[in-house]
């Protein structure tokens, strides 16, 4: 014990594995000018008591409460007191609010399994050891990302999926330009929902699902489908039957290559107006030698195109052929048949038609009659040939101003019946008659009977090869043409004529006989 004249005075004790407990009574005289130290294990204590070794202090009571402070020690070990901080540094990955002094807690242990240690602290970074699981019980667990950092997940520097600061999510890679960006391959397995707004509520947009392990793809309208796109079924466009949900195929070079009309009912092919139920249309583009429709059967049997009028009461045609062409270096036809084969011996029609019905027309043509006489109602080149009964209309309801033919023998005197043959080397494809004809010169039978003679024109190649989507050149000469089946009535006429001089001359012979048989007898008397 120190006493107060400054003179030490020690109090030692040796016991083995005993403790020796000393009881003081301090006397303290405020007089006094010097200090007033007390030393444990040193003969020199500098401070109130100084304690030189290990100290214990134990039974404390239970920890202080708001308010109290802390014990420190300086560098040499002097003891002070502090203000509990709020919190304490621990390193990278955790907050702090205190600057100065730094308070750093320093824990004796080896970082692992995800962490890693720096000086003093302890960080997030680090190889897992083992399968590590972290149970939220009833927490979330958020990692906020402030205004320029990202979440990745990455393998071997190649991100995998990330998290971007400007709310985006990547897989594959950091390429961005939506909330949800994938880059490469993506699997699903189970259904595949879009939706409008809300993910949980909003109306469905598209479905991709799966029917027994075939795909379909559903697009809504109105929380229903209305297109479907079946991997092994049926696929369905406008399933609603909207008027406005029209269907467009678009083409490099057609905006409309195939057109549906909804509101309509309506195809167009290279149009979106169709006027019929089924319209093609070039759109004025130049087609050239090409068909704009072509049905080629390659099989042995069958028919490559038919029309067929199902309705008894339909009055229409069932297929119609139209031509527009106003020209006249050209002939073209509505209707055109050609019969191609190589072959010289084949049978095959070009053009043919038939009536099952007893009152029908199997062919007819007509030209209308407004004017002109070069034309024809229907024409034939090369040989024609019909059974049958062979009519033009003689009946009288359809005739007026009826007069007997007059003078017919004198019409009959006047023509000139001659034998000739065709000139084939002038005109070899016009299908006239090789060998030698009987007629008139339709000429001198015009000066005589201009009625039954008129000026045509003629194909002058009608007979030449044709091929099919080729431009037939109009090629043709007017002709002098006749009808041979008007002079029957003017033969008929002169035979009547003739018989009835016959007759007169019949007449006057049997007179003449009467008279010679009379003169006769009486020279015999």
Sequence with gaps: MICPDKKPTIISSKFTQKHLFIGLNFLFFSTLSYSQNVGIGTASPTEKLHVVGNARITALSNPGTIGDRMVTVDANGVLGTQALPATVTAGNGLISTITAPPFTLELDVVAENGLTTNPDNIRLGGSLLED??????????????????DFHIATGGSNRFSVLDNGRTTVGSTANAGRFNVTGDSY???????????VDNGDILVRIYDSSDDGIIDIYENNAYNIRLHGNGPSIFNEQGINTNDFR???????NMFFIDAGTNRIGIRTNTPASMLEMSNGGVAVGANAMADYENAGADGVALS??????TNPYNAVEGISNYGGTAFITAGVF???INASQTHRAIGVRGAANGRDGVGVRGSRQNTGGTVGWGGIFYNDLGYTGFFGAASDEKA?????????????VHQLNPVTYYFDLETYPNMGLNTEMEYGFIAQEVQAILPEIVRKKNLST????????????????ESFVV????????????????QQSIIDNQNQRILKLEAITKQIQHSQTK
């Design 337 to 339: 048949g050609l019969a």
């Design 249 to 255: 195929i678009e083409t490099s070079g057609q905006a």
């Design 399 to 411: 005739k007026k101003n009826i007069q007997p033919i007059q003078k017919a023998l004198t019409i």
């Design 132 to 149: 590590t699981r972290i149970t939220h019980d009833i927490y979330n667990l958020i990692h906020e990302l402030n205004s320029s950092g």
């Design 482 to 497: 006749m009808d041979y089946t008007r002079i029957i009535p003017i033969l008929t006429k002169a035979i009547k004529e």
């Design 461 to 476: 190649d009608a007979c030449q090869k044709i091929n099919n989507q080729q431009a037939t050149k109009e090629n043709h």
């Design 307 to 312: 029309g067929h009028n199902q309705g008894a």
């Design 188 to 198: 699903f397995s189970d259904d595949l929902f879009l939706r409008d707004g809300a």
